[in-house]
């Protein structure tokens, strides 16, 4: 059997795989448990958890408007063997409903924004499929009065309520034709799986036995190479093969800020949970804005320019709950003091008039 190894590196660099592998000897898996845990507490000294941090986070973010975006796979549910089976917990979609009653929140997913929408089961979010390539979200001021406007990609739903944003949609037919063919090459390769996520297709190994990675490299990279408007990359356990444009899960976030009326810098804060590789293009953007907060889940240390973490999906539980349980509470508290304020003014003016009703 050949083996080979990879050249994009998609063996062993999966950040969800650091228990892959057996060990045999107790005692180096506990010296290697040890490292593991000290390199992740420095690691921590950066990207301080988001649990921790989270009372001087919301200090911050007094009299600003925060925006929530999530990511799906390994945030709102745990990364698990088979993709259709990737549900997220009743619990989780509870909590992710409370953060959307205060906060406007958007879901942005590498998967088919109709398969996501089938996970999370929530009105009351916006959703981006495809890594943002297919957005739907309000239209942008500048269409809006326009019901029938067809826009660089932007088609106006039936109640003018919502606006189609599709910048990859001229590449629809080629995907299918891309599709097809990877379906075919991979089908003898046991493990294999081809994900249909509509502007960009998905190649699983997560089930492919080791010896067969690099097989499955050469296949896929046979077909894409044929394509020079499409490129690999890179997530857990998988190849993504997407239309070259300039267009990410950041031009995504950027897109949505503006359409929901909030892109001025100072006064909005996104907040952006995720846990691959293709999140760090959010990330980059809310660096680069200089305000908001890039939270990245892992389980161990990594390079990202998020710049706080939570280490696994039940503490992106534990934070959505925090953060809809504050806004809750400051809203409440807000209300109690317009009460206050409003019920001073009414006995006030009602004493003026000389009357108490
Ligand atoms: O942007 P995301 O919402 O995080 O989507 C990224 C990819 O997630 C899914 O794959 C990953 O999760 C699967 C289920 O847990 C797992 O089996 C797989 O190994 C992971 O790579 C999804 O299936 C992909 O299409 C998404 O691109």
């Given at each position: 059997m050949k083996v080979h190894y990879s050249t994009i590196n998609v063996v062993g660099n999966n950040d969800d795989d650091i228990n892959d592998g057996a060990c045999l000897f107790t005692s180096?898996?506990?010296?290697?448990?040890?490292?593991?845990?000290?390199?992740?507490?420095?690691?921590l000294v950066e990207h301080p958890s988001a649990l921790g941090t989270f009372d001087r986070m919301m200090k911050g973010a007094k009299g600003k408007r925060v925006v929530v975006f999530l990511d799906y796979d390994g945030t709102l549910s745990p990364i698990v063997d088979d993709p259709d089976r990737a549900f997220m917990s009743d619990e989780m979609r509870s909590a992710v409903r409370e953060v959307a009653k205060y906060f406007p929140t958007a879901i942005i997913s590498g998967r088919g924004?109709?398969?996501v929408k089938e996970f999370v089961k929530l009105s009351n979010v916006y959703y981006a499929g495809s890594h943002g390539m297919d957005i739907m979200a309000p239209p942008k001021p500048l269409i809006k009065s326009s019901c029938d406007a067809k826009y660089n990609g932007v088609v106006l739903d039936k109640k003018c309520s919502e606006v189609l944003f599709q910048p990859a949609k001229k590449f629809l037919p080629t995907i299918r034709e891309i599709l097809a063919k990877l379906v075919e090459k991979t089908r003898k390769i046991q493990g294999a799986r081809v994900e249909d996520n509509r502007f960009c297709i998905s190649v699983h190994f997560r089930k492919v036995m080791e010896e067969d990675y690099g097989l499955l490299e050469d296949k896929v990279k046979s077909v894409v190479d044929n394509y020079p408007g499409f490129h690999l990359t890179e997530g857990k356990k998988v190849m993504e093969i997407r239309p070259s444009i300039e267009w990410n899960k950041g031009h995504a976030l950027e897109y949505l800020l503006e359409t929901l009326g909030h892109n001025s810098t100072s006064e909005v804060l996104p907040l952006y949970i995720g846990d691959?590789?293709?999140?760090?293009d959010a990330f980059k953007v809310i660096r680069s804005r200089g305000e908001g907060f890039p939270i990245i889940v892992t389980s161990k240390p990594k390079d990202t320019k998020a710049s706080y973490s939570l280490h696994d999906t039940s503490e992106v539980l534990t934070f959505l709950l925090r953060l809809a349980r504050w806004r809750k509470a400051s809203s409440s508290s807000r209300s109690l003091f317009t009460t206050a304020l409003v019920s001073n003014w009414f006995y006030g003016t009602t004493m003026a008039f000389g009357k108490v009703l």
């Open positions: 180096s898996l506990h010296h290697h448990h040890q490292a593991s845990h000290s390199t992740y507490h420095s690691w924004r109709d398969k691959d590789r293709t999140d760090e």
